[in-house]
């Protein structure tokens, strides 16, 4: 029961304290500058990993895909479209991801998962107060 409730408690800190603010990031570039782009370099995009590369201003940017970003399966030269801020132009989010990206979809299933688990440590709980009132 106490696995359970641990469980549970890493779940929902880890969807609240890092993939509901990994989304809220993606989201903050909706009203970005838009152009093509092409994956520079491809890894784990779910952790930050992947880059893309642009031109603005007459130069190229490699910039960083955030913490919560899809296109991990893509190989390096795919062609994307990006979003990134004018002032800040070595970070970027691809258009897929504006939603909140994989971040959003893995917040919701830790979400779902922490309740799921704090409901079986209470019917846990239940039972064994349940057994121990029987037994006497």
Known sequence: ML???SLALLSGALSLL????????????QDGEQTPATLHTSGSCMLGRCQVEFRTDGRTVVAD?????????????????VRYHADHPQEAV???DLGGGGAAVLAVILGATTLILLLMSVVGLV????????AT
Not at 127 to 134: H, K, N, V, W
């Open 3 to 5: 696995l359970l409730l």
């Open 18 to 29: 890092i993939m509901l603010p990994a989304a809220r990031h993606l989201r903050s570039f």
């Open 65 to 81: 895909l955030p913490t919560g970003s899809g296109g991990g399966k893509h190989s390096v030269g795919t062609e994307t479209v």
């Open 94 to 96: 691809r258009e897929e």
């Open 127 to 134: 039972q064994t107060l349940r057994q121990r009132g029987s």
